[in-house]
């Protein structure tokens, strides 16, 4: 079973999303899964070099007390799922273009899974530049990606246009928030969704694609 995933690497409901899903896929071991992560860009118009965090902040919610109040919340969830985010080490809000032309390479060298995944820690845990070229490289090391191809790739413009493209064709369908999953490309639920309604998605498919079989 196919399951599409559209993500931000810098949105912290993505990452419990993941966490949600991976639970949800261990629950249903009979079942063969292939999860794609899509790309999707929160802040498209972030320039190069990012966003001072800090000021970032507070043109978005006006007050620390505001962003705060909804973070308070992120980490609630986060830590139900077993994640401990530090946001506080977090000093950048980087433009994504880079990391989801990172993510495209993972998924042609069958590592896009441990490179979503270290791009998640590198920002929530770790407080990295994900906009950083040295910080991606890091991550698609880590992955057991050629880090010198990696950097050869990230220092020009290759398949920026194709990943822009892919993101456009999420903006049609009507994604306007991430998460949004794609369950065998039949269902379509929007936000970091409980294991349990992720299970009920998996199953109905599953159920789907045994009726129109027979």
Not at 136 to 156: E, F, H, P, T, Y
Not at 181 to 195: C, K, N, P, S
Request: hydrophobic letters at 45%; charged letters at 25%; one cysteine or more.
């Amino acid at each position: 079973m196919q399951i599409d995933v559209i993500s931000d690497s810098i949105c912290p409901w993505c990452f419990i999303g993941k966490r949600r899903l991976e639970k949800a896929i261990a629950a249903r071991p009979d079942i063969s899964f292939e999860v794609l992560w899509r790309p999707y860009q929160l802040n498209p118009d972030t320039p190069h070099e990012g966003y001072d965090r800090k000021a970032y902040m507070q043109a978005k919610f006006g007050s620390s007390d505001q962003a705060k109040g909804v973070y308070k919340i992120v980490q609630s969830n986060a830590r139900e799922e077993g994640l401990e985010l530090a946001l506080e080490k977090q000093k950048r809000v980087p433009n994504t273009l880079d990391s989801h032309r990172l993510n495209h390479w993972a998924h042609t060298a069958g590592v896009q899974d441990a490179v979503v995944e270290g791009l998640f820690r590198a920002y929530f845990i770790d407080g990295a530049d994900i906009g950083d070229p040295a910080v991606l490289v890091g991550v698609a090391r880590a992955a057991g990606m050629d880090a010198g191809v990696v950097a050869q790739l990230l220092a020009g413009d290759a398949d920026r246009e194709l990943v822009l493209r892919e993101e456009a064709v999420a903006r049609r369908m009507g994604v306007t928030g991430v998460p949004c999953f794609i369950i065998d490309q039949r269902l379509v639920m929007v936000g970091a969704q409980e294991t349990d309604m992720l299970l009920r998605a998996i199953d109905h498919a599953a159920e789907q694609a045994i009726q129109a079989a027979e």
